[in-house]
């Protein structure tokens, strides 16, 4: 082994543990293995960079465009919708007719494209027809990848096997060079999944109600046993001031449904509305959680505590720092930004300008330069200087602090009651934090003093606690525990009974730019005046306590709110909604121009006329320029990380065949495998790439794949059509976990989908498709010896 080998092989394992662990998102890892090839000189920098301008690389975001073409003029719906008629109300026949219609729509669309095109239609016919929609996506998302295999077109893998070929100057693959095998794989498995395969997907009575009605939905996600009233009494501290001062909503993550005042109901109300005596609040939330936070209210402020105060000071230091421009924490959330955790202080403060901010830190995106407050112990602050994330730190002393902070005026003390309920709690289940922004600076108990308290610091009765904050704040909270509570709701209030208030179900866009971005964060309230009531996850519903989940494509969303305010999600890029409310469908005026374009590259590739790259590009520029989408749109279409991702790790491919690397892993297959003849040999390596396909993005494993291929083909002196053809079809066809394919994820929480359902019926089809393809290579593709 020489030392280039093993660099080469150094960096695959990293980037492999990178994949696998997910530490690092997936583009951003082939970025690192491009910049670690090129600085170690495996490759030149123009071979570096490459990848961008590879003909495979062109040819998929110039796909996307054109996909998103068809989609936004309507093609795709018409060709769904007609098809889906002839279908009728049978499973077996839905099954068989909806996968068909996506496989064929995807051998000329994107995947994913494809998959959320349909998802939609898919749910609608569910629910039309009674049959659980769970025994319908998980088809629809593997039709999507079985028509892939069809055409070079397809999906990415396929043409990044047929670079491969031209790459070394050997025969490579036509548009439809795929078909034969391509097509015959695609009715088996379509054959095998409403035949057999349905009897191994979910079928629960929860999972059939779950898309029927507006009560099923309720039901679903337990809404109605979570809706309670409050009242607001006569002489109430919360009496003139606002729903969002009241802290009702943000307390413990209620939803407040309805304001009722007069016996008139006014549903979503304003967060900005004034309180009066005797209103009626209609929430939807858990009650033991606000049960929790009432007993906060016991909490006795101590009006003279100066020497806890003085005891405190003495060993609580403050610094200014400066935000670096490079820092990972810029546009970060102050509350995702971990400081406690890093750096062992807290941020109490920050200075944008001439501007102060002391309140409401916990969703402030950190911004490059800003100066920000933090406190700690004076260790913990001294150091701060020796972390890069920082430019400036200014330690201040106590004439600074006052001047520009006032920080005195926001410290107070409180008492606990010896027996009061709130001992043996901890810190962190207060949730004062988040609720009223109060900071726990220390705890004084049985002569001790506690600095700084992590969250799991347990309570007992008689501490003192020393906290920053707003000691009116206080009196709030002595006015949530003077709320009447009623947990029967009268039908005629109920907002879910008037039809003032509508639920509906939705999922995030595959390309959505919402998906790692935290509820709190997005404020649905605000952003769309919605409510998100519920999350659906992994075959579970998340009800409660969602402003920290962070959403994630695949997740089932219920949406909650006025009718006219949901339909408008319908033309929202972010969102596929799922059940329908009226929404008007695409514009198809143009849809006979955007068929006759995508018709044109493929003729134009089938004749000679181009190669697939430029009329792919061709295609996408004359659907932008006859308005078949604007140019935003297509810019949005293109999935960017696929992009990055194959360009990324092209060169990877080149500085394993050049270094040998590729030879050297062939040689220890052919050891392993070679004595058995080729066949065993290109089922070894059909196997190893399904089993990759878990744990490693498709298009990255075919780079890693395609060179060590052709050097065992090569070995055995025999074309390497055959061994690239079954690898395509190994590639492609990932049916075995949620994470192997974006399809998969996509149709996991609308569907009601557990990680254990996609192996139910993914392992069974795999072996069915491996099968095949053994069976169906030596027919169509002969093994042929290098001439």
């Not at 179900?505 to 409510?531: C, H, K, M, Q, W």
Request: charged residues 20%.
């Amino acid at each position: 082994m020489t030392l280039e080998i093993a660099l080469v092989l150094g960096i695959l394992t990293v980037s492999l543990i990178l994949f696998i662990s997910e530490v690092i998102r997936m583009d951003l890892v082939a970025l690192l293995v491009l910049g670690a090839l090129a600085v170690t000189g495996l490759v030149s920098p123009n071979e570096a960079f490459a990848g961008f301008s590879n003909s495979a690389v062109i040819t998929v975001w110039a796909m996307f465009i054109l996909s998103e073409g068809l989609t936004r003029t309507g093609i795709a719906n018409i060709i769904g919708n007609q098809v889906m008629r002839i279908a009728g109300k049978r499973e077996v026949t839905m099954i068989i007719v909806i996968m068909v219609t996506a496989a064929v729509l995807s051998a000329f669309m994107n995947n994913i494209g494809v998959a959320a095109l349909m998802l939609p239609v898919v749910v609608d016919v569910a629910r039309r027809t009674n049959i659980a929609v769970s025994r319908l996506l998980m088809p629809l998302a593997y039709a999507t990848l079985l028509g892939g295999l069809m055409t070079q077109i397809g999906t990415p893998p396929n043409l990044l096997i047929s670079e491969a070929l031209t790459h070394n100057n050997l025969p490579t693959f036509g548009l439809f060079d795929f078909m034969p095998i391509g097509s015959a794989i695609m009715i088996i498995g379509v054959l095998f999944v409403a035949l057999i395969g349905r009897f191994l997907l979910p079928k629960s009575e929860a999972k059939r109600s779950r898309h029927l009605s507006q009560r099923s939905l309720r039901a679903r996600y337990k809404l109605q046993e979570q809706t309670f009233t409050m009242r607001v009494p006569t002489g109430s501290v919360l009496v003139g001031k606002t729903l969002a001062e009241s802290r009702i909503g943000t307390s413990t993550g209620l939803i407040i449904l309805a304001l009722v005042r007069n016996g008139r109901s006014e549903t979503l109300p304003s967060r900005q509305t004034l309180l009066r005596a005797g209103d009626g609040i209609l929430v939807q939330g858990r009650l033991d959680q606000f049960r929790e936070l009432q007993r906060w209210s016991e909490l006795v402020i101590e009006r003279e505590a100066p020497v806890l105060k003085s005891m405190v000071a003495a060993k609580m230091f403050y610094a200014e720092v400066q935000l670096a421009e490079g820092s990972p924490l810029v546009s970060e959330l102050i509350r995702r930004a971990s400081f406690r955790t890093q750096f062992n202080v807290a941020v109490v403060g920050i200075q944008r300008g001439d501007r102060y901010r002391l309140t409401n830190l916990a969703y402030v995106p950190l911004r490059a330069n800003d100066r920000l407050l933090v406190q700690g112990e004076e260790g913990d602050v001294s150091v701060l200087k020796k972390f890069a994330d920082f430019c400036e730190v200014d330690e201040l002393d106590d004439d600074a602090l006052q001047t520009r902070y006032q920080a005195d005026e926001r410290m107070f003390v409180v008492r606990l009651p010896k027996y009061s309920d709130l001992s043996g709690a901890t810190l962190k289940k207060s949730r004062l934090a988040d609720v009223f922004d109060f900071r726990v600076l220390a705890i004084f108990r049985e002569g001790k003093l506690s600095v700084m308290p992590r969250g799991d610091k347990i309570l007992s009765g008689g501490d003192l606690l020393l906290i920053e904050g707003q000691p009116e704040d206080l009196d709030v909270l002595r006015g949530l525990q003077e709320l009447d509570i009623d947990t029967h709701v009268a039908k005629n209030l109920s907002a879910f009974e008037s039809g003032r208030l509508t639920l509906m179900d939705a999922t995030l866009d595959p390309r959505s730019t919402l998906a790692g971005r935290t509820v709190g964060e997005l404020n649905f309230r605000e952003r769309y005046g919605i409510e998100l009531a519920g999350i659906w996850r992994e075959g579970a519903p998340i009800g409660s306590e969602l402003a920290n989940e962070q959403l994630q494509v695949g997740d089932a969303l219920l949406m909650l709110g006025p009718r006219d305010r949901l339909a408008m999600l319908g033309s929202d890029s972010d969102f596929l909604v799922l059940t329908p409310l009226g929404q008007a469908p695409p514009d198809s005026r143009r849809a006979p121009l955007a068929a006759a374009i995508m018709f044109g590259v493929v003729v134009s590739v089938m004749a000679g006329y181009a190669p697939i790259s430029v009329a792919a590009v061709v295609g996408g520029s004359i659907m932008i320029l006859t308005r078949c989408l604007n140019m935003e749109q297509a810019y949005r279409a293109i999935d960017w990380r696929s992009i990055f991702l194959i360009a990324g790790m092209l060169p990877l491919g080149t500085a394993m065949q050049d270094s040998g690397t590729a030879a050297y892993l062939a040689s220890q297959v052919m050891d392993l495998l070679g004595d058995a003849g080729p066949w065993p040999v290109i089922m070894g390596l059909y196997v190893l790439t399904a089993m990759a396909t878990m744990i490693i993005p498709t298009a990255a494993l075919v780079v890693l794949m395609s060179p060590i291929v052709l050097s065992a083909m090569a070995d055995m002196g025999l074309q390497p059509a055959t061994a690239m053809m079954a690898i395509a079809m190994a590639a492609s066809a990932s049916f075995t976990s949620p994470i192997s394919h974006p399809a998969n994820i996509l149709v996991m929480g609308p569907g009601g989908y557990r990680f254990v359902d996609y192996l139910k019926v993914g392992v069974p089809l795999t072996i069915v498709v491996f099968i095949a393809v053994m069976i169906l290579l030596p027919i169509f593709w002969p093994l042929t010896p290098v001439s």
